[in-house]
């Protein structure tokens, strides 16, 4: 892995950008499961690798390709028919990923501006955030169906939209996420990125100059102190 500079040689970060599912709550393995009910209801079934392409995107960008896989003809409708009660069911029970509150706290208590940047859309967000409401401190969000939003990741649309709405270069930004293609979104708009890698994703890690691994999102707080010089 190609390590970028170590934190306390970087210069600031002007605004921090994250993720929601993975990054900030604990979902991933709940929506995997909500996809492979699904896709037997139609007498298919997810591999592995399948599940792990599906992490980071758009609910109905996931669905045309799970109909793709699916050996019997399934439109996208009749599969999130399928699928959004069994996940509304299961998210409802997901926990904050260790360490994710304090993180947003702390940023709120710098005073750095966040913007949250998620492939989630506004009714699946509010029923996610309804059990955790430190995500309210993250006012700015690009949601997957935002208006102004015509890409989701991993194309680089999230991010630069998440920079203009701060009005802040993409360079001076310090983007959190857990999947390849919320990786490769941030990469592409141009943002310094912070990879939350947990044994769940270990098949989502690759190199680039811009991009550093994180076991924690505790580890990552360390990281953004440093860059600001703050203590403790």
């Not at 992490?55 to 050996?71: F, M």
């Not at 005073?111 to 859309?121: A, E, H, I, N, R």
């Not at 939350?196 to 994180?214: K, M, P, W």
């Amino acid at each position: 892995m190609v390590k970028m500079p170590k934190a306390g040689s970087l210069s600031a970060p002007k605004a921090c950008l994250f993720d929601l599912d993975g990054l900030l709550l604990d979902t991933e393995p709940l929506q995997a499961e909500a996809w492979q009910a699904a896709a037997q209801c139609f007498n298919g079934s997810l591999t592995r690798r399948q599940l792990q392409q599906l992490k980071g995107r758009r609910r109905d960008d996931n669905a045309d390709l799970v109909c793709s896989w699916l050996q019997q003809p399934v439109t996208a409708k009749e599969l999130l028919s399928a699928r959004q009660p069994i996940a509304k069911r299961l998210v409802a029970t997901a926990l904050a990923m260790p360490g994710a509150e304090n993180l947003i706290r702390f940023c709120s208590t710098q005073q750095l501006p966040m913007v949250l940047v998620t492939s989630s859309d506004e009714v699946s967000f509010q029923h996610k955030a309804s059990g955790h409401p430190w995500l309210n401190l993250i006012e700015t969000r690009v949601l997957g169906d935002d208006s102004e939003l015509r890409t989701g990741k991993p194309a680089p649309d999230p991010f630069l939209l998440a920079c203009e709405k701060l009005r802040v270069p993409s360079d001076e930004c310090w983007a959190f996420e857990d999947s390849r293609a919320g990786c490769q979104s941030a990469l592409e708009a141009g943002c310094w990125v912070w990879h939350l890698v947990t044994e769940a994703n270990q098949a989502d890690l690759f190199q680039h100059s811009r991009l550093a691994t994180i076991s924690s999102l505790s580890e990552g707080e360390e990281y953004l102190r440093q860059s600001l010089n703050t203590i403790g």
